[in-house]
């Protein structure tokens, strides 16, 4: 008889989701509530997944239940550290996070600010509930499941697997609201595929410079600095700004139009709350592609190039890099 306390550990964590999700009629796929199924009972009820992950041990753990919309710091605080906790352990060989579709993004580019990328942090998630004829759930955890058992997955850091493909955090958006295969890794394209239990890395190499924070040094109390995302647009004025500077706010992203540009009301409002303390990062609202920097001295530079540009990140990506950086946390070594 095998031992199951000798076998190498896989630490799957339930944070809600459409994975988790529940609707009355098994062939509506939009009608559900999302959020209700545990991880252990979502897991049973997967067929073939003993056989999958034969040698493993999996460990289960809810973090929470909720739906992705309402994902929020205090749980994104608990959840680095009961991954940090579980990777510490020799006898684990990765974690698995089930998640909804809708903040995913954040939550994995969070997790690959403050997780070292020794050993795979792998997030899936699903477009239809656990309830539909058809869910995508299953497949997706298989495929989850089998990134954190392939070698090559330690050093890649955060990703989010989804409708067979292995996306790195930096990159993945959810770039359609109802489809199977609703994430994109932009222009760069996916890490790598899962095929049949399989992986087959694209040979994409991550930049490996990227902030790393001390996860140890997060507030528990999941209080966060106040960051907003402002969005550019035809008519835009600066009136949101002034609120919100008005309110306390200690940051603010802006989705820039095109390469990151912001009306002129809207540029002397952010320049103003730059004057009063406020950090402020430029993104586009443009889905591929970055905003690309003005050279420095550049004679023509308008005023709102004069506001720092947010490194490659889309703005809820920004969004949370401000965020941290805010917090003074100190690097890890
Ligand atoms: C959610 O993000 O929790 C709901 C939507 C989804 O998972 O697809």
New binding site residues.
Partial sequence: MVDSNSLQKIVVFGT????A?QSALRNDNIGYV??QVSIQTLSGDIAGLAAHVLGYELVFEQVAQ????DMNEAVWCDLAHRTAHALARPDVQGVVIT??????EETAYFLHSVISATKPVVLT???RPATSLNSDGPQNMLDALSVVMDPQANGVGAVVVCAGAVHAAALVQKIHPYRVD?FSSGEAGPLGWVEEGRVRWSGLSMPSARPLWDVSALPISGVWPQVEIVMNHAGATGAVVQALVQAGVQGLVTAGTGNGTLSQPLTDALLQAMVHGVQVLRSTRCPLGQVVAAPQMAPDSSHDKTIPVAQGLSPVKARVALQLSLMGLPPQV
């Fill in positions: 809600g989701g459409t994975i999700g999302a959020a909720v739906d992705s919309k998640h909804g579709t809708d903040t995913i998630c699903a477009m609703a």
